[in-house]
């Protein structure tokens, strides 16, 4: 990246452009912000993905230099060695998750908003077999869907009120720290990979030798550090603690098969298949679609951990997951095609949109 030597005169200030575009993000209640040379700011708002008005193309120059407005020195060092950085920034009174990251040999950067205030599990729609989930006091629960699905919203959510109502010594490890917890019942310690521990598998040590009650890891998106991490993840739900995990998967189904995937490659499969049986809670998986009107609605699989469902992860059937849930349904289970139905069927969203 070029060193900041100045700006031309034609060319406003880098801050102040950034705080320009940033503005008009949130005046249009946009979620996301993408910068690559040779384009116009595009924006995500209520789902669809549009040009930002009035804004020139973005140039090398210009995108170099507002990425070097938020950039450490060294972060900048590091975006050179490992041509992709993920940092979460103030800007004009907000807070974003970005993404700086090479395309075509040039900076280009994504910005995700992060709300200040964390949305209750009410607010978010979650169905009232959440309160399932906030009942365990050990095991593995599951926050899954694609990326930009909420996830890790929906799994602050979680941590938010059993911050709320609960005594509980509650552990988060980011990378990186999305929201920000205030203790309120519990107290809420929040570790980012890079600053305040080196790595997962260093984190999750030091977890096995606290006394806590809850653990919150974001999305490991290294296939080996996740494979890894999942003995330690799973000694420490089959302890005393809760464990709630964000995975990248469109399906309890894909879920279940991405941790037997991990965990067969320090444990026979049979092995793998009966310590998660025992430790899970229940899986979320979630997707965001269009709602009619406007904005974003949640739609909601739910697997509770039940009889049937231990003994098809033990017996490997994992295929039969569905029908279980279909005739499940009085215990708060669903899948996600059935959630997207009902709200089809509610008048919330448009079939084509799904």
């Known amino acids: 990246m070029a060193e900041f030597n100045g700006v031309n005169k034609n060319m406003e200030v880098p801050s102040i452009l950034l705080n320009r575009i940033l503005s008009d993000l949130a005046k249009k209640n946009g979620s996301d912000l993408h910068l690559s040379v040779g384009s116009a700011p ?27 407005t938020f950039l450490s020195q060294e972060e900048i060092v590091r975006l050179k060695e490992t041509k992709g950085i993920v940092l979460v920034r103030n800007l004009v009174n907000f807070r974003f998750r970005i993404n700086v990251f090479y395309e075509k040999g040039l900076l280009a950067a994504s910005f995700h908003y992060v709300p200040n205030l964390i949305r209750s599990l009410q607010e978010l729609g979650l169905p009232e077999a959440r309160h399932n989930f906030l009942k365990a006091n050990s095991g593995l629960l599951v926050i899954a869907g694609a990326y930009n699905s909420g996830k890790t919203t929906t799994a602050a959510s979680f941590i938010e009120e059993i911050n709320k109502t609960s005594v509980k010594n509650i552990v988060t490890i ?4 999305e929201y920000l917890f205030v203790g309120k019942k519990s107290l809420v310690t929040q570790r980012q990979i890079g600053s305040d521990v080196n790595n997962v598998t260093e984190a999750l040590d030091y ?11 974001n999305e490991i998106k290294d296939e080996p550090t996740f494979n890894q991490a999942l003995v330690k993840i799973f000694e420490l739900a089959s302890g005393n603690c809760l464990v709630v995990l964000e995975i990248n998967a469109d399906s309890s189904e894909r879920v279940l098969e991405k941790i037997l995937g991990g965990l067969s490659r320090q444990m026979t499969a049979e092995a793998a298949r009966y310590n998660l049986a ?13 709602r009619r009107g406007g904005g974003l609605i949640l739609a909601n699989e739910i697997l509770l951990n039940n009889a049937p469902v231990k003994s098809l992860i033990r017996e490997g059937k994992i295929y039969q997951l569905k029908s279980v849930m279909q005739t499940s349904r009085k215990e708060g289970m669903i899948n996600l095609e059935k959630s997207l139905e009902n709200l089809v069927e509610a008048g919330e969203i448009r079939r084509e949109d799904i």
């Not at 980011?174 to 720290?177: A, T």
């Not at 229940?282 to 965001?288: E, R």
């Open 42 to 68: 595009m924006i995500r708002a209520s789902g669809e993905f549009q040009p930002l008005a009035d804004q020139e193309i973005i140039t090398s120059e210009i995108l170099n230099k507002i990425i070097e």
């Open 174 to 177: 980011e990378d990186p720290i």
């Open 207 to 217: 977890c096995l030798n606290e006394d806590l009650d809850v653990i919150y890891l």
């Open 278 to 290: 025992d430790i899970l809670v229940g899986i979320v998986v979630q997707k965001l679609v269009k």
